[in-house]
């Protein structure tokens, strides 16, 4: 089966900087779409950004101009910078991917998650 790790979360003040990684492991046939949820405290789990395997993107509004998503094909990795955090960008952050692996169809994954603290 398909496992993604994550790493990069952690404490940051208020306009500092993270960046996440997410790498897919094991049996990889093919990569779609790959991307990252966040869940805070009491709200439900939503998509922050998201990358499919041509290279669309699309963002939360609320990330806008401060996030940017990327992806290392060669190494099934994406990565999330976070830029001008702020505390409302406390959360755990999810990995998520469309991937196919060998001898299986297509599925929807998840990592473990990662907590990103935006405190003072």
């Known amino acids: 089966q398909v496992q993604?790790?994550?790493s990069g979360g952690g404490l940051v003040q208020p306009g500092g900087s993270l960046r996440l990684s997410c790498a897919a492991?094991?049996?990889i046939f093919s990569i779609y779409?790959?991307?990252?949820y966040r869940q805070a405290?009491?709200?439900q789990r939503e998509l922050v950004a998201r990358?499919?395997?041509g290279g669309s993107t699309n963002y939360v509004d609320s990330v806008k101009g401060r996030f940017t998503i990327s992806r290392d094909n060669a190494k099934n990795t994406?990565?999330?910078q976070m830029n001008s955090l702020k505390p409302?960008?406390?959360a755990v952050y999810y990995c998520n991917a469309d991937v196919r692996a060998?001898?299986?169809s297509p599925y929807n994954y998840w990592g473990q998650g990662t907590q990103v603290t935006v405190s003072s």
């Open 25 to 27: 492991s094991r049996n």
């Open 88 to 90: 409302e960008d406390t």
């Open 33 to 36: 779409a790959m991307g990252w």
């Open 102 to 104: 060998l001898g299986y």
């Open 78 to 80: 994406v990565y999330l």
């Open 4 to 6: 993604l790790v994550e």
């Open 41 to 43: 405290p009491g709200k």
């Open 51 to 53: 990358m499919t395997s």
